[in-house]
């Protein structure tokens, strides 16, 4: 029987999309027990479209799957996200023995070539923080996201993709070189990592990638055309050692749609996107691009954050320096949620110079990085819920490789 979703984001006026775009968008879901998307592993049945309404068929490897739950979501989020969508309901089948196999001689393929694009483990949620223009604080949005997902205990990389403009390495205070390691005779580069207090539990990590480790100073210009650029992030994906244990990874996306906006798509198709925004209005404008791109590369546009929202002064008077309601408006014309307005403080750009993020200090910004990183853990891009998971199918396929000596 179909279950039925609550209605998506007003898209009227869009054309429904075809089937081939749908198929595209459920590449981005993959399944945390397989590691493979449900179109690879032959989970999506069918797909039937009437107008703005879209039916998806799938096929589990068992009925009572405790991930059912978290596939179903992510199906519905990312096929609502397309324009024309306005209803997605779903329909659940059991895959027979010979499709189960099929499944699983994918799954143990797919370990054995190591066949996606990255080295991203396949339960790690992947966000593309984004803008469309330079100068909104979209990297201060990412250290400061990924500080405060830290602080509560997760493991989170950053990956600078600004290879341009890199400036992650002194927004989080972390320096050295770049180490290396060997895995299954091939070679690795490994994160420098930043441990980050918990006041309620375990400490967290956080794990990072920059052109900054490679260069001998921070104030050399490297002037690398798009191919070398797009190469450059390729290698920050495929030949790092991200670990199998990391919740989640933060890229901090070049301004602009780009050769490596586009080449990051796809590297990491289930990569989710965050817009970053200021509330003005040409900045939202500009903003609107980069929504546009990734719905054309079928990717998830999670949602937006507005930075540089206002200033309070001591006083309590608020200035809206750069206007107001851009990140509101962008958020209503792309149909998806602003997920947090980041105010503007002195304190955000000292301790970003300092390498201490202004979210692991009480201060308005700092309270506002932390509710925007509990929305994002809890509510617009969660984790998959792993507890339950009895059959745990990828780790027997890994023994079953390491048994055989693949």
């Known amino acids: 029987m179909p279950v039925d979703a609550p209605d998506q984001p007003d898209h009227s006026g869009a054309q429904p999309p075809t089937v ?17 998307d449900i179109v690879e592993l032959g989970m999506v049945r069918d797909v039937a479209i009437d107008g703005g309404e879209v039916t998806v068929t799938i096929a589990l490897t068992t009925s009572g799957c405790p991930l059912r739950a978290q596939i179903q979501k992510d199906i519905r989020t990312r096929v609502g996200s397309l324009p024309g969508v306005a209803h997605v309901s779903l329909s659940w089948d059991e895959m027979n023995q010979e499709e189960k196999a099929f499944a699983m001689e994918r799954a143990r393929f797919n370990i054995s070539e190591r066949t996606e694009d990255s080295s991203v483990g396949p339960t790690t949620k992947v966000i593309l923080v984004s803008s469309g223009k330079g100068g909104v604080g979209k990297s201060s949005v990412t250290v400061n996201l990924a500080a405060a997902m830290a602080a509560t205990g997760l493991k989170v990389g950053v990956l600078d993709a600004d290879i341009w403009g890199f400036s992650v390495p002194r927004l989080l205070g972390v320096s050295g070189r770049l180490g290396g390691a060997e895995v ?49 992030v390729q290698h920050f994906l495929q030949d790092v050692q991200w670990g199998d244990d990391l919740d989640y990874l933060l890229v901090d996306m070049p301004p602009g749609t780009g050769d490596v906006q586009m080449g990051v798509a796809k590297l990491i198709p289930r990569s989710e996107v965050l817009v970053v925004t200021t509330p003005a209005v040409n900045a939202q404008k500009v903003a ?119």
């Open 20 to 36: 081939d775009d749908i198929q595209s968008m459920l590449r981005g879901v993959i399944d945390p027990e397989l590691g493979s």
């Open 184 to 232: 299954d005779g091939k070679k690795f580069m490994v994160p420098n990592e930043r441990e980050v207090p918990n006041p309620d539990g375990p400490a967290g990590l956080l794990r990072v990638i920059s052109m900054g480790f490679l260069v001998e100073d921070e104030e050399s210009a490297l002037m690398w055309r798009g191919l070398m650029l797009n190469r450059g």
């Open 288 to 406: 609107s691009r980069a929504v546009s791109m990734s719905r054309k590369n079928f990717l998830r546009v999670a949602g937006v954050v507005e930075n540089m929202s206002a200033f309070v002064c001591d006083h309590g008077e608020r200035y809206e320096l750069f206007g107001s309601g851009g990140g509101q408006q962008l958020a209503d014309d792309a149909g998806v949620p602003l997920l947090g307005q980041i105010p503007m403080e002195p304190d955000v750009s000292v301790t970003g110079d300092a390498g201490e993020p202004v979210a692991l200090r009480d201060s308005p910004a700092g309270d506002a990085f932390r509710a925007l990183a509990d929305v994002v853990v809890n509510e617009a891009v969660p984790q998959p819920d792993m507890a339950g998971c009895s059959a745990r199918m990828l780790d027997a396929a890994a023994a079953s490789l390491d048994a055989l000596d693949l």
